[in-house]
């Protein structure tokens, strides 16, 4: 429909759409006060053509049901009509919508004309301010969800719109990463979402390999808890005791007659010392059976007879890695690496940097500061429990909780007057114990002029049952952060199975919404309660 305005019609009155069940079979197609109706099967378009002198005035009736129309006055009820062939519709009452019976279809103020009636399949458009507000919020949701579409199938990183933005988190430049800003967060570039950050007991995604080593009395299964979930094979007569253990149902053990562990060559360990920045940790806990050590390895990885690292005791723990035959990086045995007893104990060899320390029962006993000591081995298996060789250095003794972790999970400082200290874990390796509250915040998006209300849309999935306005909050700033105004966010329905639309909009006019130089956009997410979410994506809309 085309509607021509004169002045006293502001265009805004006519904002959207609204569906109304006609079609060309059942509009009435007759002249109308020196109209004469036209049909178009190609356009969809139904046309009344304006005669010389024909007015429209007749169809459109005020509540007293006369032609003298008087918009000015508050008592009149304008009214806009199509005769239907069954029925007549009332398409507009002073921006109602209400079915009656009235032999006369309207267009709803004296100061509008109407010309031509566009027919959709089975459906006509009309639409005002009032009878649309929820539709009109419905399509700018909708607009927004095929942003965010787009901008997933194109995988780009931020879309930018008039008055908004949406980031579907193909990277990670819409969110501000600087200190004090988003916190507690996870980014999955896999699959392109946020989700707040975990609390582990000791096995989380940088666990490259974790034996708990329980399991029944004389089992020769040793299962790796890490993620990647190594194969690991006994040899000799290397098996799990329940009898004695320090956590769980049962400790390795190996009798020091030739058992020992293998798990083929993998990266984990391979890359373990290719770098003089990145930090590294190997932990365990081990109980010799007689307390007097020989030569015995506790683990090896070796590519081959010239290129291998090593953790062994001979008068006390050693650490050598060996490069094209050279021993580039020794840490000695002393004195205080020394056991003589038969009591479980805590290893711990630490990397942080190119520093390195070694550790008894989190006091550290040995340092070391490393120079040219970097080593990328390839086709290198682990050994635990045994040399290179597989005869020599056998262990004699029980291990529990064999962990390889990149990183440097105790906090440790290693220096050259051994003073640093570890805290010794108190029971077995876990996986997530806790969900951290997350706050994710946007970078800034200028406005052309300050905004006074502004609306976020989330594209959020549920892992625990969130309470809106509780376990996760919105909230929209215009000055960059400095202050922000809480939006109420509501349920809009499920975007994909399991993957709801969460939008709101809010005043940002209110008391205590500041304002800054260009009009700087920004949304924040919060998580509360520790309860667990996947978002998706997001966009900011202002106004």
Not at 304 to 323: K, T
Request: charged share 25%.
């Amino acid at each position: 429909m085309s509607v021509e305005r004169n002045t006293r019609v502001r265009a805004t009155q006519i904002k959207s759409i609204f569906p109304v069940d006609l079609d060309s079979t059942n509009v009435l197609a007759t002249a109308m006060d020196g109209y004469v109706p036209t049909y178009d099967e190609a356009t969809g378009k139904f046309t009344w053509a304006e005669q010389t002198g024909g007015g429209i005035q007749s169809i459109i009736k005020d509540a007293d049901n006369d032609t003298s129309v008087d918009v000015e006055k508050t008592s009149d009820i304008d009214k806009i009509y199509f005769k239907t062939a069954g029925q007549e519709q009332l398409v507009l009452e002073d921006g109602a919508l209400l079915p009656i019976t009235n032999d006369d279809i309207s267009l709803g103020n004296t100061n509008y004309k109407f010309k031509e009636l566009y027919l959709m399949p089975s459906a006509l458009y009309l639409g005002t301010t009032n009878i649309t507000e929820n539709i009109f919020n419905r399509n700018e949701i909708n607009i927004v969800l095929n942003a965010f579409r787009i901008a997933i199938n194109g995988s780009l990183s931020r879309l930018s719109m008039v008055d908004g933005v949406v980031d579907e988190f193909e990277d990670e430049t819409g969110i501000d990463q600087t200190t004090g800003q988003s916190e507690n967060y996870l980014y999955e570039s896999t699959d392109d979402y946020y989700e707040p950050s975990r609390e582990y007991g000791g096995i989380d995604t940088d666990t490259k390999l974790m034996l708990h080593c329980n399991g029944t009395n004389d089992s020769t299964t040793f299962t790796d808890s890490s993620d990647t979930g190594h194969t690991v094979t006994a040899y000799g007569d290397a098996k799990l005791k329940t009898t004695t253990k320090k956590w769980g149902t049962a400790s390795g053990y190996f009798d020091g007659t030739g058992d020992f562990l293998k798990t083929p060559s993998h990266s984990d360990w391979e890359n373990f010392f290719d770098s003089n920045t990145s930090d590294r940790t190997i932990d365990f806990w081990f109980k010799h059976s007689t307390g007097s050590f020989g030569n015995e390895d506790i683990f090896t990885v070796d590519q081959d007879g010239s290129n291998f690292y090593r953790m062994y005791y001979q008068s006390g723990f050693r650490i050598d890695v060996v490069s094209g035959g050279s021993n580039i990086l020794a840490i000695p045995a002393s004195a205080s690496t020394q056991i003589s007893d038969t009591d479980w104990h805590h290893f711990a060899y630490i990397k942080v940097g190119n520093d390195y320390g070694i550790y008894i029962d989190g006091d550290q006993k040995s340092h070391l500061i490393g120079d040219n000591d970097t080593m990328t081995l390839t086709s290198a298996p682990l050994r635990i429990g045994i040399y290179v060789n597989e005869s020599s250095n056998p262990y004699n003794g029980y291990i529990d909780e064999f962990r390889i972790q990149y990183g440097n999970p105790f906090e440790a400082s290693p220096n050259v007057g051994d003073t640093d200290t570890i805290t010794v874990p108190t029971g077995e390796y876990s996986g997530v114990t806790g969900v951290d509250n997350m706050t994710l915040i946007s970078t800034d998006d200028n406005a052309e002029a300050t905004p006074s209300s502004g609306r976020i849309v989330l594209f959020e999935e549920d892992v625990d049952s969130l309470t809106l306005n509780t376990d996760i909050k919105g909230y929209i700033s215009r000055d960059g952060g400095v202050t922000w105004a809480q939006v109420t966010l509501a349920d809009e329905g499920d975007y994909e199975n399991g993957k709801r639309i969460l939008t709101g909009t809010v005043d940002l006019t209110q008391t205590g919404i500041g304002t800054a130089t260009g009009n700087p956009m920004r949304f924040k997410v919060e998580t509360l309660n520790e309860k667990d979410m996947k978002l998706h994506g997001a966009s900011l809309l202002w106004d």
